[in-house]
Each structure stands twice: as structure tokens, then as C-alpha cells.
């Protein structure tokens, strides 16, 4: 079965702090993504990666960044984190691309006081 | 851009009764994947449809896509307490990048012992 490993399942920081959520799978998945999950908006895609030390922007970049050193993890970066950003965060990971689905993380729920 | 609308948007059911929910495309579907998401969980993968009047089932949940491909419907026969949470569709998102998936909002069910 496909693992992916979400760091933290619930997380609280300050505003204008650096948070960093880590995501792991263990599946050779070339594609990894993260979203964020909030009521009555669904799921928005934040940013995706393709391979290693690449990456796309998904629907709702802004205030995030993120990072793929190696083929198994993929972080996502809230620069300096505001209380707009609090929210369930999802990783996601994919081999290849349609007619296969992605495979989900437990989610992070993020907490910006 | 493709949009998918999941009704109805919440569904509360005696434990024991069948349901439906449905997805519904504003573009034709290349790929269409069912998601189970317990509350403050990740997502979890149930089954994938691909072409036109395909069927799938797993345990008492069975998937259909239409024969336009524009529709997918999930039924639940004799539902039970394990099957409450939020279902979730998703489809290939030619426009957008063949890596991305487009979500509908969900539809929450409760079961009633």
C-alpha cells in the first residue's frame, strides 16, 4: 500500500513565524502536491511538484513556497505565517498522471494564533 | 475551467437505508476517483472510473460513471456507521495539466445507529 507521511497531525504557531510541513512517501511517486481544506471551499491546490527541484503553482500560491531535494519528500513554507493561513493542510502523491489516483496524507491541522 | 458538483451536499440516513450521492461534470470525464475523508482525516482512495457505464464495487459501495461521461453516482447499500464522513470526487483535469485533479466540495454523511 502507498504511505504518505504527513509530519505533524496538529501543529499551532504565531503569526509572522516560519512554519515548515513536511510530506513523505515512500512509493516512488514522481508527483507530489499540497492543498489546503477549509469549510465550504474544498479542497485548493497550493503548489505541485513534478520531479525533483521541480515545481508548478497550483491555485493559491500566494504566501507559500515549497521545496523537493529528494524524489520521496516534498515541504511546503509559509515564509511568515498570518492567521488567513490557518487550516487542515493535505500532501498528496501520484505516480504518473491521469488514470492514476493520488494518495493522501493524514493532514496537518494548522493553528496560527 | 472544469467544475464538479457533488449533491446534495449533506445526507443524513437511518443506519440500514441505501443512498446516493452524485458528481457531476461541467466538461466530459476522462477520469473520475471516489475519496472517503473522516472528519479531521486525510483522504482515502476507493475507486477510479474511466469509461463510459463502467461499474466498480468494493464491500457494500458501488460507483458508477454514465454513458456521456459527464455523471458519476456512489451508492451505499445498507449503510452503516463506518460509512459516515465526506465523500469527495475528483477528475483529471485535461485544461489545467494532466498531473492536477479537480475536487468537488464534498457531501457529508451521517448514519444514525
Known amino acids: 500500500d502507498v504511505k504518505v507521511t504527513q509530519s505533524s497531525r496538529y501543529l499551532v504557531k504565531r503569526t509572522g513565524e516560519k512554519v515548515f510541513l513536511e510530506c513523505v512517501q515512500d512509493?516512488?511517486?514522481?508527483?507530489m502536491f499540497w492543498y489546503r481544506q477549509d469549510p465550504g471551499l474544498g479542497l485548493r491546490l497550493i503548489y505541485f511538484?513534478?520531479?525533483?527541484?521541480?515545481?508548478e503553482k497550483g491555485d493559491i500560491p500566494e504566501g507559500y513556497s515549497v521545496s523537493r531535494e529528494k524524489k520521496e519528500r516534498f515541504s511546503l513554507i509559509l515564509e511568515s505565517a498570518s492567521t488567513n493561513q490557518t487550516s487542515m493542510y493535505l500532501c498528496?502523491?501520484?505516480?504518473?498522471?491521469?488514470?492514476?489516483?493520488?494518495?493522501f496524507g493524514d493532514g496537518t491541522r494548522l493553528s496560527i494564533l | 475551467s472544469q467544475e464538479l458538483e457533488q449533491s446534495p451536499q449533506s445526507l443524513i440516513v437511518q443506519e440500514g437505508k441505501n443512498l446516493t450521492i452524485n458528481c457531476t461534470s461541467s466538461k466530459t470525464l476522462y477520469g473520475l476517483y471516489w475519496y472517503k475523508q473522516k472528519y479531521g482525516e486525510g483522504l482515502i482512495f476507493l475507486m477510479m472510473?474511466?469509461?463510459?457505464?463502467e461499474e466498480k464495487s468494493h464491500e457494500k459501495i458501488t460507483a458508477k460513471l454514465d454513458e456521456k461521461k459527464q455523471q458519476s453516482s456512489l451508492h451505499i447499500t445498507a449503510s452503516q456507521p463506518s460509512h459516515a464522513g465526506i465523500y469527495l470526487c475528483g477528475a483529471d483535469n485535461r485544461e489545467g495539466g494532466s498531473e492536477k485533479l479537480v475536487f468537488g466540495k464534498g457531501t457529508k454523511l451521517t448514519v444514525n445507529p
Open positions: 511538484s513534478y520531479d525533483v527541484k521541480m515545481k
Open positions: 512509493m516512488d511517486h514522481e508527483n
Open positions: 472510473l474511466q469509461k463510459g457505464g
Open positions: 498528496a502523491s501520484r505516480k504518473g498522471g491521469p488514470g492514476q489516483p493520488q494518495h
